[in-house]
C-alpha cells in the first residue's frame, strides 16, 4: 500500500484563483505569439534549392528522351522553362 502527498510548490502559494489563471493566460499567449524570424528566410532558401534541383533534373529526363519521344521531351523542356520564372 502506497500513499501519495501533494505539495504545492511555493512559488505558487498564497495566489488566488485569479492569479493563476492570469498567469496561465499570460504564458500561453506569451507561447502562441512566440514568434522565430530566422525560420522563414531559411525555409525560403531550402525551397530554392530543392525547386532548382527538380528543375535540373525535368531538363536531365528531357535530354533521355529525345530520340525516343521528342514531344515528350519538349513537354519536360517546356514544363521545367514555366518553373523557372
Known sequence: MSSTTFNPSVQ????SY???LGRAARAFLT???AI???AKPVAEAAKAKRHAGS???LYRLARGFDSIQPNLAQELRAIAA???D
Open 31 to 33: 507561447a502562441l505569439l
Open 36 to 38: 522565430t524570424p530566422e
Open 82 to 84: 514555366r518553373d523557372i
Open 12 to 15: 505558487n502559494a498564497g495566489l
Open 18 to 20: 485569479t492569479e493563476n
Open 55 to 57: 528543375v535540373a533534373e
